[in-house]
């Protein structure tokens, strides 16, 4: 795909920042769209001819045709990433992943753009029967958060067959490393941060998941862009091994020298409604492209730690209660 001008939708967040910081990096001029609802100006490469911030809404559709003007390819990395909260605010996966999706599409159609990145998620795949999971397995929905992710990739589809919108959806695993702002190990060193003598765990801490570091991920993302053929691509990203949640806490644990911690496990096999109790992708795909996971789980999630302490005031940055 021709990439001269981008626009990064969720640009300032935890991964939409690391694509923006590649795509600057190459010379490429990046349009950030971000209402900074979780996005971090601090993640933000140093302000250079090549990027321009734009602070809006993707649900502003009149502030976001005009900023499309004059690109030619969109990673639209926007979306409430915080999984759970479905059962409690039914709508909120509606608004900001599915509608939020339609708005990007029908500003791009209108501005002739043709083409497309998508972060979707491995919840589409609800509990699949097989694992590795393959991209053919026929999912079947367990949350909204997966429901909406799958909504938006079929919409998407059908842009790409209308109007030649050529679409790269990554399903991920969760993600972990630097400027990580929500997810297993963020609530855990908050929780410790408040109290470290005990530690409340959800489900019985069996649950298993494959992880994937932020800097692997991202050069996943740009593999399948670059070299993925189809008009519909649509590619897993995970790494080869996954670890239960009790040994994600044994790293981080150790990584921040407690010792004598209470673990209270909630109990069942799942952490919320909707959770999977494994997660682990088959990745045959945006391998035979050329892309494989270098950094362990272990060594991430001990990257992730080392960083949140270094940055302790992200920590206080997610409160939101659903
Ligand atoms: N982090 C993971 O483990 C993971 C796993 C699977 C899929 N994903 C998907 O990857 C994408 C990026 O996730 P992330 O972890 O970087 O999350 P994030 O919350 O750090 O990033 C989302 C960004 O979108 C912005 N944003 C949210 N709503 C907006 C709106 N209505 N208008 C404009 N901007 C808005 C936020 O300010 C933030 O910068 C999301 O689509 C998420 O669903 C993430």
Redesign the pocket.
């Known amino acids: 795909m021709e990439m001269k001008k981008v626009l990064v ?9 690391y694509i923006v910081g590649d795509l600057v990096a190459r010379g490429i001029h990046v349009v950030v ?8 100006a601090e993640f933000l490469p140093e302000p250079c001819e090549w990027l321009s911030v734009i602070r ?4 502003d559709s009149a502030a976001l045709l005009p900023a499309m003007a004059g690109c030619d390819f969109i990673f ?6 915080d999984v759970r909260g479905g059962p409690v605010n039914t709508r909120v996966d509606l608004d ?2 599915t509608i ?1 999706t339609w708005n990007v599409l029908e500003a791009a159609r209108q501005q002739g753009i043709k083409g497309l990145a998508f ?5 589409v795949y609800g509990e699949p029967e097989v694992f590795p999971t393959p991209e053919t397995w026929a999912p079947l929905q367990t949350s909204l958060y997966g429901a909406s ?1 799958y909504a938006c990739e079929a919409m998407i589809q059908a842009y790409t067959e209308y109007f030649g919108v050529r679409c790269f959806i990554y399903r ?4 972990i490393g630097e400027r990580y ?3 297993i190990v963020f609530d855990l060193m908050k929780k410790l941060s408040q109290d470290p003598t005990r530690l409340p765990l959800f489900g019985d801490g069996t649950q298993r998941k494959s992880y994937l570091y932020v800097k692997d991920g991202v050069r996943g993302v740009m593999v399948g862009v670059e070299r993925g053929g189809a008009a519909k691509n649509v590619f897993n990203l995970g790494h080869d091994h996954f670890l239960t949640v009790l040994e994600v806490v044994r790293i981080i644990l150790d990584e921040l020298g407690l010792r004598d911690v209470r673990l209270e496990f909630a109990g069942g096999q799942r952490g919320w409604l909707g959770d999977s109790p494994l997660v682990h992708l088959d990745t045959t795909r945006i391998k035979a492209l050329g892309w494989h996971p270098e950094t362990s789980i272990e060594e991430g999630i001990r990257r992730t730690v080392h960083y949140l302490r270094d940055h302790p005031h992200l920590l206080q940055t997610r409160n939101r209660v659903f």
């Open positions: 939708t969720g640009g300032a967040g935890f991964i939409g920042s769209y971000d209402n900074f609802s979780t996005g971090q809006a809404d993707v649900l639209h990395f926007q979306a409430n990433a900001q992943n939020a972060a979707s998620s491995a919840t992710k991920f695993v969760s993600w702002t929500h997810g």
